[in-house]
């Protein structure tokens, strides 16, 4: 009687253990929107879709590519598309 509960308790912790994973998993790779940014050099503006990737917000580029938005969304989006030369050139002088 004793082992049948044991199994019993081991099976629901495995199915709670499961459950709470799968959400999670949901959550991961959810999209929250989008944002949208405009060049400060007159470039022009872009919008992009937003998910919760890994190690945080992360911003899809044109191409496909998530990137991640370090401390500022918007700002990553600007310099890692309308700006993106720019930005490379003001990373060099500095």
Known sequence: MMMKTMLAAAGLAVIAM???????????????????????YGNGCTRAPVRLG????????????????RRNCQNALREDSVDFWETQRENQLN
């Open 18 to 40: 499961a459950t709470t994973a799968d959400a999670q998993s949901r959550h991961k790779g959810e999209r929250y929107g989008y944002i949208t940014t405009c060049s400060t």
């Open 54 to 69: 890994r190690n945080g917000y992360e911003f899809r580029l044109p191409g496909g590519t998530w990137i991640e938005c």
